[in-house]
């Protein structure tokens, strides 16, 4: 535990459910696979997102793919807050004062408040957008860059072991 750590963080860690995760021999590991895997649905479902919104499957309708694909990644982001929840409160003191969880948890606020406005510009766009019509400037800018900081943030994600 460290010391230093907010007083509600350590609380957290010490409460009978970060002491149950860490006691058992499964549930982190579970967690940790639930984690992945909720991440390469979260990622295949944006990429196929971003790319139409960007022109990529052009010759599809906008709201054939754009649709079950927002559905596949809310889905699969509820999977990723709940694992990694799960992950974070068996060892919340430490993850909490981790630099790279603390620049990743901001990039998560950052990428859903572009996914908040970008869904709202492309899907009044994409009603009844025939196939190969291009979006418009910004919303392909802000697909552009919810590909880069959601790979930023699996990286991220990745680092926070090492630091
Ligand atoms: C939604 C809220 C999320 C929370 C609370 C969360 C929390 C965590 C925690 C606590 C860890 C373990 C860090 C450690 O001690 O090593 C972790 C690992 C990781 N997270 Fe997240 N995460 C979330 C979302 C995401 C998202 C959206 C992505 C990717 C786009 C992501 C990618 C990763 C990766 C790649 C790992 C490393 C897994 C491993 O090395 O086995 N996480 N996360």
């Known amino acids: 535990?460290?010391?230093d750590a907010p007083a509600l963080i350590v609380a957290i860690e010490q409460s009978a459910l970060g002491a149950a995760i860490r006691q058992s021999t499964w549930v982190y590991a579970a967690a940790n696979i639930g984690h992945i895997l909720?991440?390469?649905t979260f990622a295949g479902s944006v990429a196929v997102l971003d790319l139409r919104l960007l022109g990529?499957?052009?010759a599809t309708r906008p709201m054939d793919v754009l649709v079950p694909a927002?559905?596949?990644a809310v889905l699969a982001f509820f999977v990723m807050l709940l694992t990694g929840s799960i992950l974070?409160?068996?060892d919340a003191?430490?993850?909490a004062l981790n630099p790279v969880f603390q620049i990743k948890a901001a990039l998560i606020v950052l990428a859903l408040g572009n996914a908040a406005l970008l869904g709202r510009l492309a899907m009044r766009?994409?009603?009844y957008m025939p196939a190969h019509v291009p979006f418009s400037a910004r919303v392909r800018l802000a697909a552009g860059l919810s590909i880069a900081?959601?790979?930023t943030v699996a990286a991220a994600g990745r680092l926070i072991a090492y630091v």
């Open 93 to 95: 003191s430490h993850v």
């Open 88 to 90: 974070f409160i068996a």
């Open 38 to 40: 909720g991440l390469a």
């Open 70 to 72: 927002r559905r596949a």
């Open 1 to 3: 535990m460290e010391a």
């Open 56 to 58: 990529i499957f052009g």
């Open 125 to 127: 766009e994409a009603d």
């Open 149 to 151: 900081v959601w790979l």
